[in-house]
């Protein structure tokens, strides 16, 4: 995998890209939606499940939508499944876990795919690494070992989980916690000498 890149999928934010690149890794982020992480140049801004059979990709970090998955959005699946929504949205995750590329990570909360795919090999919390608040974040990961808890702090809020109603609401509550990203970046990937900052 050494000479290959990393696909990181549905990252508008380039949380996870920008600390696999301090680290040397040649990664890009994948989105509809342009990116607002400042690096454009390396962006690619197209339907990810185009992307899945290109043979320069050696790993994924996915991070599909959830809106239609989640668990805390129960009340609404019956009018999902009607119309089509939560079949579209378990279609799209079973598309990055059938993919050929070697290594995968899959991230999504506690939802409905720990049934209708497995179960996840790993639930994680921002405060095992550094952030003092609870979102039950679920991995499933091919290739890789588990992740490990870097900074276990105090604090169990859900400050993102109740933020009011805002046009960003949903990048804000999606967006990986930098310690998160931090951790995924170096124990996964941190094979290679540290660079400049980007």
């Not at 998955?69 to 079973?94: C, H, N, T, V, Y």
């Not at 639930?123 to 095992?128: A, G, K, L, S, Y």
Request: glycine residues 8%; proline residues 7%.
């Amino acid at each position: 995998m050494e000479d290959k890149d990393v696909l990181v999928g549905c990252e508008e934010s380039q949380v996870v890209t920008i600390e696999l690149r301090r680290l040397g890794i040649s990664a890009f982020s994948c989105d509809t939606e342009p990116c607002s992480g400042g690096h454009p140049e390396w962006h690619i801004q197209q339907d990810l499940i185009s992307l899945l059979n290109d043979p320069r990709w050696g790993a994924i970090l996915a991070f599909p939508p959830c809106t239609h998955l989640a668990s805390s959005g129960a009340r609404w699946f019956p009018e999902k499944r009607a119309d089509g929504r939560q079949q579209a949205a378990i279609d799209f995750f079973m598309a990055i876990a059938k993919c050929r590329i070697p290594v995968k990570v899959i991230e999504n909360p506690i939802g409905i795919m720990s049934t209708h795919f497995r179960k996840p090999d790993q639930i994680i919390q921002p405060w095992q690494f550094g952030h003092g608040e609870t979102k039950a974040t679920c991995l499933w990961l091919e290739g890789l070992p588990l992740l490990k808890p870097t900074n276990i702090v105090d604090g169990r809020e859900q400050r993102i989980w109740k933020m009011g109603p805002s046009e960003n609401r949903s990048k804000l509550r999606s967006k990986t916690y930098a310690g998160i990203a931090q951790a995924m970046a170096k124990q996964w990937f941190g094979k290679n000498k540290e660079i400049n900052d980007v």
